[in-house]
């Protein structure tokens, strides 16, 4: 019996094999930098990227990079919004997304933000490496705890460097130096060194270069001191309002801050603000970690006297400020409706514009937190305006729509198995008691050129922790699409929509609320033996 000779490779197999090895992986990478340490470099983080890539046989073919942009939120953020929206729209030929580290990708104040820009690009089948991590993210349950864990960290950096921020903003306020933000008419910025000494005056935008340096309020030119002097003198002295300064100032043809004209507002703010006593004001206002800006109380502001030379005494000052206090006190319904009856004697018609003008009446905003709206309040007094509200009845119709819609998505959520609720007072619905969305129906608005408008108001008093605005096609009988927003801390309170809004928020956009659901489905899992 004779052996049948070995067979010898083919050269067709050892080509495949070959080709199958030497062929890379096309991906991409994304680097950001804010402003905190050398380390984070984008070139240092492309170098250990690089190295990554190279170790797993990969080619970079496109770069995504934030430069000198907080990792707080999306805000800003053009590299990563446009990967986001380039895989979502199909537009990459790249299977993978190196990253530096979890911080890297963001100091997300919510992690869910985070996993969820993550999760849109895992969904569009694009998968993201974190290459300096100590952990693979192959989606095992270890993975998913650990990057649980460094995005709770990555924003907890965040959180405790504001604190740090803070504290010395507050030492440096109580040192006398000031600490950001115009110096108002009659004011000049001035730097000087760590020992005290000037180093001229600063113009606006201009900013220090040197970490050592300090900024101080100094006066400004003569006739400016003289322009702020003759207001106190004509508010405390001649008895004049805010408006009648306002009108006399803009008569003469005096300009103020920055070439403008003076407004009510801007008298006002000179009359109000301490620093043209001396005085060095910090916190009156706060938008930490780039959240929702709020007023402070007084009790919480950092206030430093004599920290600066005064252009008007304090007595002046004081003096005014009892003046503007006496204005504000508490009147009943009856009173208000009062005012208001007399304001339409003697003007014959009543707005807003009207209200607010008016030196003797409370603001308009009062009369609309009192009596619910404006209308309302005239219909009190017996006055109907000429103008034609009809809209009151489209938005009627638009109350019916968004019950409907309410109702068509806890049907959905329910048949998904999940476990819905609705708040009597703030009308958010809350989704297995884990987060609360809010339901916002905008109609579609037609202008005088013929293009289509969407005006949304986002419900930021209740802080939901997803917003479905659904814009309603023209002629509002249908829902055209869908805007999904992750938190409202970076969007305006009202949006203008066109049907073409740029890539910060029409990423957002999506024709279904499939992607919702997905979110919400709830998936039984089989217990082990």
């Known amino acids: 019996m004779e052996r049948s000779p070995r067979p010898e490779p083919t050269e067709p197999e050892e080509t495949t094999e070959r080709t199958e090895t030497a062929t890379p992986s096309r991906v991409a990478q994304y680097v950001r930098m804010s402003t905190e340490h050398q380390q984070y470099s984008t070139e240092n983080q492309s170098d250990i990227i690089h190295r990554y890539a190279e170790s797993r046989n990969m080619e970079i073919i496109e770069t995504y990079a934030d430069h000198g942009r907080s990792g707080l939120n999306i805000t800003g953020r053009d590299g990563l919004s446009q990967l986001v929206a380039d895989v979502e729209k199909g537009l990459v030929n790249f299977s993978d997304v190196l990253v530096y580290d979890v911080s890297r990708w963001g100091r997300f104040q919510d992690v869910d933000e985070s996993a969820y820009y993550e999760y849109v690009l895992k969904r569009a089948g694009v998968r993201v490496h974190y290459c300096a991590e100590q952990f693979e993210n192959d989606g095992s349950m270890y993975a998913a705890v650990v990057k ?61 270069s040197l970490q050592t340096d300090r ?27 805010e ?5 006399n100032l803009n008569g003469r043809g005096i300009v103020g801050e920055d070439g403008r004209q003076w407004t009510r507002a801007t008298v006002h703010q000179i009359l109000t603000n301490p620093k043209y006593i001396g005085a060095n004001i910090f916190n009156r206002r706060s938008f930490k970690l780039k959240r929702k800006r709020v007023k402070n109380p007084m009790g919480m502001w950092i206030w430093r006297n004599d920290a600066f030379q005064p252009i008007v005494s304090a007595r002046q000052f004081h003096d005014a400020r009892e003046i503007i206090e006496a204005r504000h006190q508490h009147l009943s319904d009856e009173e208000l409706l009062d005012r208001l009856r007399f304001l339409l004697q003697r003007c014959g018609r009543l707005s807003g514009i009207l209200i607010d003008e008016s030196e003797d009446m409370p603001s308009s905003s009062c009369y609309c937190s009192r009596f619910g709206n404006l209308l309302r309040a005239y219909k009190l007094i017996g006055w109907v305006p000429e103008r034609d509200y009809s809209y009151i009845e489209i938005n009627r ?14 049907a959905e959520l329910q048949s998904l198995g999940a476990a819905v609720t609705v708040d009597s007072r703030s009308e958010l619905l809350n989704i297995n008691t884990e987060y609360t969305v809010s339901l916002v129906l905008a109609r579609c608005c037609e202008t005088p050129a013929g293009n289509h408008r969407w005006q949304i108001r986002l419900e930021r ?32 309170e009202r949006l203008r929509l066109s049907p073409r809004n740029g890539l910060f928020l029409d990423v957002h956009r999506y024709d279904n609320l499939n992607l919702f659901f997905q979110l919400t489905r709830r998936t039984t899992i089989k217990e082990s033996e």
């Open 397 to 410: 119709d638009l109350r019916q729509k968004h019950a409907n819609l309410v109702s068509t998505i806890i």
């Open 148 to 208: 649980a864990v460094k995005r709770s960290m990555a924003g907890e950096y965040s959180r405790e460097l504001s604190v740090k921020v803070f504290a010395g903003q507050c030492r440096l306020i109580e040192l006398g130096f000031r600490q950001g933000g115009p110096p108002g008419y009659g004011l000049r910025r001035q730097l000087i060194d760590r020992e005290g000494k000037s180093k001229g005056l600063l113009s606006r935008g201009e900013r220090k």
């Open 461 to 492: 008093s209740f802080n939901p922790d997803i917003t479905i605005a659904a814009r309603l096609a023209p002629g509002n009988q249908r829902i055209l699409d869908y805007y999904l927003f992750p938190g409202l801390g970076e969007f305006e």
């Open 215 to 241: 900024v101080i309020l100094v006066p400004g030119p003569e006739e400016e001191i003289a322009i702020v002097r003759e207001i106190y003198a004509q508010f405390l002295e001649q008895r004049k309002t």
């Open 243 to 247: 408006r009648q300064i306002m009108e």
